[in-house]
C-alpha cells in the first residue's frame, strides 16, 4: 500500500471542440450539429488535474505543439496544481484538436491522428522526477513519448515505481508490445472494449489469468454500473453513483486519478474503487474532460448524499 509520494503523467493538454448532435450518425448520412465550445481535455491531463485537485502532488511529462493554445492548454492544467515545468515545447508543431459529440448523456469522440510524436526530451531532472514517483501514469501510445521506454520503465519498476497502464484499445499498437506493459504494470484500467480486444472470450478469466499470484491490480470498469476490482484474491464489484449524466467525457480518466489519490492516502483497493467512483459521478454530472478535478471534499459529499443507496 502506497502510504505518500507523487504521481508522473505522461502526456500533454489537448484542445476539445464540443459539438451537440440530433441524431447519432450513420455510413453515408448527415447530422445536424451545434457547436458549443472548446475546452481542454487530454486524457493524461484530465488525469493530472484530478490527482492535483484531490490534493496530491502531480507532475507532467510530454509534449506540446507551440500555437495560440499552447499557454491557455498549459495554464488549463496548472491552475489545478500540476506541475508543468518538464513540458516540452515544440516551435512549429500545432498542439492536437479532438472532436467531441454530445448525443443525450453518451458522446462520440473523433481522435486526431498526428503523422508525428512531440518526444518527451531525456534529461537528468526528468529521469529523477519518474525514479521518485510513486505512480507513472499514461497509456500504451503515449508511454512511447518516452525515449527508450521499455528499458525506462522496467528500471523504474524495479526501483519500486508503480507503472499504471490505462489499457485504451485507440492506444493500442501492437498486441506483442502491448503485453509489455500489461505484464510490467502494477495497476491495469480496463472499460469493456479493452477487455473484448485483449481476451476475447475468456472475458474476466483472461484478466484473472494476467495477474495470476502477482500483487498486480486489474480495474475493469464499467460505466454507470461501477467497477470490478481484480486482484489475485478474485474481484470484487464496487456500484457506480446514480447521478444524472451530462457528459461522460473524462469519467476513466477521472476514476484513474481518484484511484491513485486514493491509494496515496493508504485506502485500499476497493474503498479506493468506492471513491473512485464517487468521483466519476461528479464528472459526469458537468460538461468536460476536467470536470473531475474537484476537491476531495466534493467527493466525500457526494459519497454522504447516496450512503444508503450505493
Known amino acids: 500500500m502506497v502510504s505518500s509520494g507523487y504521481v508522473v503523467c505522461i502526456g500533454r493538454s489537448i484542445r476539445d471542440d464540443y459539438y451537440r448532435i440530433d441524431t447519432l450518425p450513420v455510413l453515408g448520412g448527415k447530422v445536424n450539429a451545434s457547436y458549443l465550445e ?50 516540452d515545447i515544440y516551435p512549429g508543431r500545432p498542439n492536437v484538436v479532438h472532436q467531441i459529440l454530445l448525443y443525450g448523456e453518451e458522446r462520440i469522440i473523433l481522435l486526431q ?6 518526444m518527451v526530451r531525456d534529461t537528468p531532472a526528468k529521469r529523477a522526477l519518474l525514479q521518485g514517483a510513486s505512480f507513472v501514469y499514461s497509456d500504451m501510445l503515449s508511454y512511447k513519448f518516452l525515449p527508450n521506454d521499455h528499458q525506462l ?6 526501483g519500486g515505481t508503480r507503472i499504471f497502464v490505462d489499457a485504451e484499445p485507440t492506444s493500442a499498437t501492437d498486441k506483442s508490445d502491448d503485453d509489455f506493459y500489461l505484464q510490467l504494470a ?10 473484448d480486444y485483449y481476451f476475447g472470450d475468456r472475458g474476466q478469466q483472461g484478466v484473472l489469468d494476467l495477474i495470476g499470484d502477482s500483487d498486480k491490480i ?7 454500473d461501477g467497477v470490478l476490482v481484480c486482484t489475485r484474491n478474485g474481484c470484487t464489484a464496487v456500484p457506480g453513483y446514480p447521478v444524472r449524466a451530462v457528459d461522460t467525457t473524462g469519467a476513466g480518466d477521472t476514476f484513474s486519478g481518484a484511484f491513485m489519490h486514493a491509494l496515496l ?24 474532460g476536467r470536470s473531475g478535478a474537484v476537491s476531495r471534499r466534493q467527493v466525500t459529499e457526494l459519497m454522504d448524499r447516496y450512503k444508503n443507496i450505493v
Open 186 to 195: 502494477s495497476v491495469i484500467s480496463f472499460n469493456q472494449g479493452a477487455v
Open 218 to 224: 486489474a480495474l475493469l470498469t464499467r460505466g454507470k
Open 38 to 87: 472548446w475546452r481542454p481535455g487530454g486524457g493524461m491531463a484530465n488525469t493530472a488535474s484530478v490527482v492535483a485537485a484531490l490534493g496530491s502532488r502531480c507532475y507532467m511529462l510530454g509534449g506540446m505543439g507551440q500555437d495560440d493554445y499552447t499557454q491557455p492548454l498549459i495554464q488549463s492544467v496548472a491552475k489545478y496544481g500540476v506541475c508543468t515545468d518538464y513540458l
Open 153 to 158: 520503465l522496467t528500471q523504474l519498476a524495479a
Open 265 to 288: 492516502q493508504q485506502q485500499d483497493p476497493v474503498q479506493a474503487a468506492q471513491f473512485a467512483c464517487a468521483a466519476s459521478a461528479v464528472c459526469v454530472s458537468s460538461v468536460g
Open 113 to 118: 491522428k498526428m503523422p508525428y510524436r512531440l
